[in-house]
């Protein structure tokens, strides 16, 4: 009953939004306020009406409602309750149910705010978001419906149906197959919130661009309006990544935490074209050039968003033959083109009025290398994009799969990455519209000296690899520039106001927080190039089968297999966990204890004994892929040098986007920014 | 002379190696290849099952079956070359990490580039084109350190015309740009 509840709450929804493109269609062009009110206050409905629909779907995984497919699949008795509640986006069908849940939240919160100075835009933002909210619902009622229950056929076939087959009869399992063991771990129960968060909050730039379009408002109002919720797609997207990259880490037990899979891709490819817009509309904002270019990140960055969506939820990676067969990714497909069509169309049709008020004047202006930095994303992107869709077009093309694998990505992504670096360097000492080399060889000088001298003392500590010596020296450069930005921007502000040292620092950082929180998250962002160099460059890995009081040796640490022990945990699943003993030097460091948990199910999940420092990790696996006993096991040790820098620069990131997002009070009422 | 003795040399070196060539591979024969020499070959291939999973860490037993297969062509001393053409020989180019540079395969290793080369193109018109359209707009623009028509912000003109010490300039356009984003 409840479930018949929910279901049509989610029709009711799906026809309240279809109603509120039309009128907010109807309003724009038949002039009428009245429509668009209309348009606005369905908009507004859909948020308590979704709400309701998504509280009954968990309601129902709390309690226990086997004889719905998806409860079914995702929980079981033996669950505890928060896990039952992120359950909901355990599975395809609760995703896409969160998907639509928050672009509803993120709509009604933009129809919420005093639209007085941009009425006009007003129907068109309402019709983006609604579209983009009808579609979900329509996945959800019509393919992957999450209060269908299951029904046993008169042939004796299970089949999950929302409505009673002809002849079929009820079925109610008594307990459900419970949540894969890999997505208990907090990592996975944040991360798919996190990244949705961000797919779906930029959504809300791109409805702006698109109601600028159709407006033909050419100024950078719609930028002026929506940066907040650029920066919080981005935080959240950036967030939703490493939280994937950090559960890798934990709970994958292969050592690593990206392996250029194309899940992850998809979620990394809208955040390229997001970080470039970030950059891209600054240039906008201070001298209205790339009006253009902006409109086609935002268009790219949403139909990455969907693809994204597309790409992990429509079984197109397994092979082209599921796609076609699975009723989701038709329909996906058919929305990214129709969508990417109409905007593209609508920015050719506008293309005139978007042309730059002012031309660029030098190579080494800040506009010129923001260019190059969108170009270098542009590359990666391309790099991505094509790795991800070869095996598909081979597979097309010559019936054969192949694979496009971490070398392929490598390869080229990491020179495009290294110029990135260099242009973090670079970008933060050159001038807005004029420029010249060498004013801006003037400013880099000095932050290069100390720069240089990170290589020479690499190659005298023996450091020969000739990436590694790039590589960091880029870091410290970054660095060194980022710091030397905020130390003559504070010491100028000390001798112009007279001021002590910390305060025009203070000052200086509060009175441009955009400018030098965007300065943090750089230094995070070389920060966490330092784990990443510090991970391709120098891991080392070894596997050997171990007897009790034998040991491995590895980078200079020896580890010593003291025991094993097997035992039930009170929920049920089966721990074997062995002892190991460091050592260094032959000096004791301490234990570690690799285990692997066996579920109820029978699904094995592989936690790693790590020790972590600011110097390397050293993560253990109990190979539970091989033989293993009391007497004898196999480990597989990995050495990661530098790699929680990767984690540290991640926090530092969160810190850079608060001082760079905090809003500011008189700024907003200058803007009227939502 | 010479010659003479050098292709002596050349013979006595090759049929010495004859000789030591087999005993060597006979005695690489003995010792059970290591998991590590297994997996530094298994790294390499990818499980013809599983996606997009690396051989030497999956955890099924097709994949542990075909690590073992690994040890034993090892043990009889059969080189990676022919152990990962094996693999492909029989699950197809999909086992190996990147497809083989043969047929529509090129592709891929082409595209990116240029593609990449195409927009450093595209980027180098568009700067001429600009700087073209700067200099017969506004003569001297570059010269004087004018400011360019329409200039939302950035550095005033006196800046570079009053040629100041370095960080006074600096310190101006800082506030400048403070001051236009209040």
Known sequence: MLAQFGFGVFVLTFLLALFSVGAAVAGYFGNSDRWVEAARRAMLLTFPLITLGTLTLVYLLVTGHYELQYVYAVTSNDMPFYLKVTALWGGQAGSLVLWSWLMSAFASAITLRKWERDRELLPWVIVVTSVTLAFFLALSILYENPFARWWQTALGDFVPRMFAPAGALAVTPSDGQGLNPLLRHPGMILHPPMLYLGFVAFVIPFAFAIAALVTGRSDDRWIRLTRRWTLVAWLFLSLGLVLGMRWAYDVLGWGGYWAWDPVEIAALMPWLTGTAFLHSVMIQEKRGMFKQWNMLLIILTYSLVIFGTFLTRSGVLSSVHAFAESAIGPMFFAFIGITFVISVALLIYRWKDLRAEVEMTSFFSREALFLLNNLLFMGVLIVCFWGVIFPLISELVTGQKVTVGPPFYLRANAPLFGALMALMGIAPLSAWGKSTYKTLGRALWKPSIPAAIVPIVLVILGVRNWIALVGFTLVALVIFVTLFEFWRGARSRQKKQNENFLVAFWRLAGHNRRRYGGYLIHLSMVVMAIGILGMELYQTTTQKTLAVGEDIQISGYTLRFDSLAQFPYTDGRIVTRAVMSVFKDGKFLGELYPRYDYYPDGQPMTIAGVRSTLADDLYVVLVNWENVSSAEAPFKVYHNPLVNWLWIGSVMFIFGFLVAAWPDREEEKRAGTI | ?182
Request: hydrophobic share 40%.
């Open chain 2, 1 to 182: 002379m010479k010659t003479k003795n050098i292709c002596l040399l050349i013979l006595s070196l090759v049929l010495i190696s004859a000789i030591l060539i087999p005993t060597l591979a006979v005695s690489a024969q003995q010792p059970t290849p290591s998991d590590d020499e297994v997996n530094a070959i298994a790294r390499q291939l990818y499980c013809p099952v599983c996606e997009n999973t690396p051989l030497d860490v999956c955890p099924t037993t097709a994949c542990h079956q075909w690590r073992e297969l690994i040890r034993q062509m090892l043990a009889e001393g059969k080189s990676e070359a022919e152990i990962k053409q094996y693999f492909v020989d029989y699950y197809g180019a999909r086992v190996l990490s990147e497809p083989p540079t043969s047929g529509i395969n090129w592709l891929v290793y082409v595209v990116p580039p240029l593609a990449f080369l195409a927009g450093v193109y595209l980027l180098l018109r568009a700067f001429q084109t600009w700087k073209r359209a700067a200099k017969n707009t506004a003569p001297g623009t570059e010269l004087s350190g004018l400011p360019v028509p329409g200039l939302v912000t950035g550095a005033p003109p006196s800046i570079e015309a009053a040629r100041p010490a370095l960080d006074d300039k600096y310190v101006e356009r800082l506030e400048e740009e403070l001051k236009k984003r209040k």
